[in-house]
């Protein structure tokens, strides 16, 4: 009997071992950052589905230091469409991906947006003006309704991802360990109707 | 094998194309700390492969630990000086890489804080503030640019207005100029951009400052690159109710001066960046550096384990060759496996073990040629008829041949290491050569022959000894070798060969003229006695008669003689001797001699192969002389006796006369049998000597001594047949 304490008291450090290898530092997951998704709904025009919606981006401190010391963040925003399948695995039908860079601009104090997908940029006063302007979804082409069968059931998912510009690997792995770098949302997940 | 061979090669081929990806992803992974975007995609493969490559070096050092601790604990040979060595080399190992790492990590640190400093941190300030200040100086003077056309274009009718913007965008070096309503709402614009460009979005926020009547100007930069100047002023109201319009006006700024600017504004950001970056930096640069050096000392160590496991092969082999040369296997050859000192071991080794491998062949071969020695001596002592004892000072045996032990009627080739002495206490023979022997031995002489007399079973026997000192080895005591000989039946035979002439002669020489003195007697008898008178003629009578007799008496004497002297043939058929003895017996029980004649037979005799006339003659010299030795006693007794006596390797018939009479001069004992011997008045001396003469032809044996109750004794022994004849031969000649 008393082997088996020791066994599962010896299993216990194992476990709180490999938890405080592996698990991100409580502090990142409890910060400032939070990103969340306010609204989001799927508009059918002329045969296409288009997205709407709002994100709700604050920024960590960590990450607003990051980006007052000349570090871009680069914020995501995941969006996929996923077939529902009742005895298999889902299976994705389309994955989209709008990526934007928030840079403070040292010289004219102004905080640049640049849309990767677009090309367009913008400086904002404000960061809230910044975020406001890449939390803004607006007609965003999902599918073409052609792709989509029907009968079947369909998920939109998506959520928002704040990370650093490209850092060296080195660096990016250690400041997953360092500091509230990196800020996702919750998947949030909508059924889409063909 | 060949598959074994095309194994190997794939093994060690993969062996190093691992080895190589992990020195390559080794110095990739150093390298990612310099060059940030080339190698950052590779990144956590090469952390990947890196951290599988530590595992395996920990792996296999954990394997080698095992193995290590297990082969020291079974006391395996070399496990403890493969032990100290990997506790060796790794030590060296890690002392060093210790003393590396902390000084690296001191630098690291101090090299990577020496890049931020107050002096760079407020010379960027200053040159990204003087930046700003030279673009001021620029966004002022586009201000009022913009001030002078809002004045100018505010007299103007809408329907004019494009044109005069144009005029005066042309005129004050501007990109776009554009008139905006309080609604955001585009009234005119011109642009030198092909389809021009309108900030829809930014309007608001001009119109939000120029509301409350300030100037708007900014610096924006562009996506493409460069930076434009925008600048907003208020038009004047054309009158009362018109709504507020407001004129926006892009400036470009100089190419030089937006590259400078960038310039500054890039070194402010990466500046800015590594600053806040740095504790990062230093940790993954201190990671990377550590994690090097634990792979660089993981491989320091599975080294340790290897050129300890290389350098040391030859011990255990070397160690199981000298257990296997201390068993005596000379013929153990170590592998060569170095050309270094212990390659010069195992070769020298090796050159030992060929050495003592000739060295026990060529022992063996002396001991082989001295064992055939040996061996040719043991069958030379063996068949030799004289007796070989080697012994010691104390008389304890070292070696005896068959001849010894027969002579001294003991097995002695089975008594090698026993004392004569002890031996002796049992066999009567040898008793008595150990009391012949010993007091010699015990004064000290080592040298000395003499003849010695032993009395046994079938008689005495005379022997002929001589003793010897051995060469000792290393000034030890080699002892003595007693050489003797049983000489007996040699002197019996020389006797009897000696009384054979003796008759021969005193018949040649004495019956010869005993005829012519009888015949002489008997004429001068017949001549003269008729002649004569009475009392003469009784004289010559008397006298002749006398001399006839004695001549009778003599040629009586002298065909004895003879007989003694000549081979008697003999006629030998199997008879019953139980037979012979009551038929002699009975012979003497009808004269009345006043003697009892007793007979004990063994009714169990087998048939005899003997001559029938010579048995009754030996009865009757024997029986006779018992009858004369008792002549004049009142009680006489004589007995004869038959038993069988059944030997290993023998059968034969004793035949015993005993009498109750004064028995044999024990002077003359030893001689009975000689001729010439006699206790009698009238003998001759030949009975005996005849009988023996006649057993002896028989192949028998014959004894003669006093019996300890009185009277004599004379015992026979008759071999049954031919085979027991032969069987007994040998003992009756060492006799």
Not at chain 1, 157 to 171: C, H, Q, T, Y
């Amino acid at each position: 009997m008393q082997e088996l304490v020791n066994q599962r008291t010896g299993a216990g450090w194992y476990l709180v071992l490999l938890l405080f290898l592996f698990a991100k530092p409580a502090a990142a997951v409890t910060g400032d950052g939070h990103f969340e998704v306010r609204s989001v709904y799927t508009e059918y025009r002329e045969g296409v589905f288009y997205l709407n919606g709002r994100v709700s981006f604050r920024l960590s401190d960590p990450a607003r230091e990051a980006l007052h010391s000349g570090v871009p963040l680069r914020l995501e925003l995941e969006i996929q469409l996923a077939q529902k399948r009742r005895w298999w695995l889902d299976s994705e039908v389309a994955s989209l991906h709008q990526l934007a860079e928030l840079q403070f601009h040292a010289l004219t104090q102004r905080y640049l947006v640049r849309n990767f997908n677009s090309g367009e940029q913008f400086s904002f006063i404000t960061l809230a003006e910044a975020l406001d302007e890449i939390g803004h979804i607006n007609q965003l082409p999902l599918i073409d309704e052609s792709l989509l069968e029907p009968g079947l059931r369909y998920e939109v998912s998506l959520r928002s991802v704040l990370e650093l510009r490209d850092l060296p690997g080195a660096i990016r792995w250690m400041t997953f360990w360092w500091g509230d770098l990196r800020t996702e949302s919750d998947w949030y997940r909508w059924p889409l109707k063909p | 094998m060949a598959t074994q061979a095309l194994r190997q090669f794939a093994f060690r081929s993969l062996l190093i194309a691992g080895a190589f990806l992990w020195g390559s992803s080794l110095y990739l992974l150093a390298e990612t700390t310099q060059n940030w975007a080339q190698f950052s995609r590779t990144h956590e493969a090469m952390l990947l492969i890196n951290g599988v490559g530590a595992l395996i070096l920990l792996v296999l050092i954990g394997g080698n630990l095992v193995r290590l601790v297990r082969d020291y604990r079974q006391l395996v040979p070399g496990s403890r000086l493969r032990t100290r060595m990997v506790t060796m080399f790794s030590v060296l190992a890690v002392l060093p890489v210790l003393v590396v790492f902390y000084f690296s990590v001191q630098f690291l640190n101090r090299g990577i804080e020496s890049w931020f400093n107050v002096e760079i941190d407020q010379g960027l300030s200053q040159a990204l503030e003087l930046s700003r200040t030279a673009l001021e100086l620029r966004k002022r003077e586009y201000m009022e640019r913009t001030r002078g056309m809002s004045g100018i274009l505010g007299r103007w009718p809408d329907s004019q207005l494009v044109q005069e913007m144009s005029l005066l965008r042309r005129e004050n070096g501007a990109m776009e100029v554009t008139i905006a309503s309080a609604n955001s709402r585009i009234i005119a614009t011109s642009s030198e951009r092909a389809g021009g460009f309108a900030p829809v979005r930014k309007v608001a926020e001009i119109l939000l400052q120029t509301r409350q009547g300030l100037d708007y100007v900014r610096l924006e930069p562009m996506a493409e690159g460069g930076y434009v100047i925008v600048t907003a002023a208020p038009l004047m109201e054309l009158g009362p109710g018109t709504e507020t319009r407001v004129l926006i006006v892009e400036y470009p700024v100089p190419e030089r001066l937006s590259r400078l600017a960038d310039g500054v504004l890039l070194a402010y950001d990466k500046y800015g960046e590594l600053k806040y970056l740095r504790q990062p930096l230093k940790t993954s640069f201190t990671l990377t550096l550590s994690l090097v050096l634990f792979l660089a000392l993981l491989l320091a160590i599975n080294g340790a384990f290897f050129v300890s496991r290389i350098l040391l092969k030859p011990i255990p082999d070397l160690l199981e060759g000298t257990r296997a040369v201390a068993k005596g296997d000379f013929d153990v050859r170590l592998p060569q496996q170095s050309r270094d000192e212990l390659g010069f071991l195992v070769d020298s080794f090796n050159d030992m073990t060929r050495k003592l491998a000739r060295a026990r062949e060529e022992s063996l071969h002396h001991e082989h040629q001295v064992e055939a020695e040996r061996s040719r001596l043991a069958i030379i002592l063996a068949r030799l008829s004289t007796g070989v004892i080697s012994m010691d000072r104390a008389m304890v045996v070292r070696t005896a041949n068959q001849a010894a032990g027969a002579i001294l009627g003991v097995e002695l080739e089975d008594s090698v290491g026993q004392a004569l002495p002890e031996l002796a206490r049992e066999h009567s023979l040898l008793r008595q050569f150990v009391e012949a022997v010993e007091p010699q031995l015990r004064k000290g002489r080592t040298e000395w022959r003499e003849q010695i007399a032993l009395r046994g079973e079938f008689g005495n026997r005379v022997i002929i000894f001589a003793c010897s000192a051995l060469p000792g080895e290393s000034g030890n005591d080699g002892g003595v070798v007693a050489v003797f000989d049983d000489i007996t039946a040699l002197l019996q035979g020389q006797r009897d060969a000696a009384w054979g002439e003796v008759a021969r002669r005193l018949a040649h020489e004495i019956k010869n003229p005993l005829t012519p003195i009888q015949l002489s007697a008997e004429r001068i008898r017949k001549k003269y006695l008729e002649n004569m008178g009475e009392e003469e003629g009784q004289v010559l009578d008397r006298a002749t008669h006398i001399i006839v007799q004695q001549v009778e008496a003599m040629k009586e004497m002298v065909d004895a003689f003879r007989d003694y002297a000549r081979a008697p043939d003999l006629d030998m058929t199997m008879l019953d001797v139980n037979e012979i003895v009551m038929e002699v017996g009975d012979l003497y029980r009808a004269r009345d001699f006043g003697i009892t004649l007793y007979l004990n037979l063994d009714r169990e005799i087998p048939p005899v192969e003997a001559d029938r006339g010579r048995l009754r003659q030996i009865l009757h010299n024997l029986i006779r002389n018992s009858v004369e030795a008792l002549t004049g006693s009142d009680q006489g007794e004589i007995h004869l006796i038959t038993r069988l006596r059944q030997a290993e390797d023998y059968q034969a018939v004793e035949l015993t006369v005993e009498d109750n009479g004064p028995g044999f001069d024990m002077e003359n004992v030893n001689h009975l049998f000689d001729p010439y011997v006699t206790s009698k008045p009238k003998g001759t001396g030949l009975g005996l000597a005849i009988v023996k003469k006649l057993i002896e032809e028989h192949g028998g044996s014959i004894d003669a001594r006093n019996r300890e109750a009185g009277g004599a004794r004379i015992e026979i022994v008759l071999p049954l047949n031919e085979a027991s004849r032969n069987a007994m031969m040998p003992r009756l000649l060492r006799r």
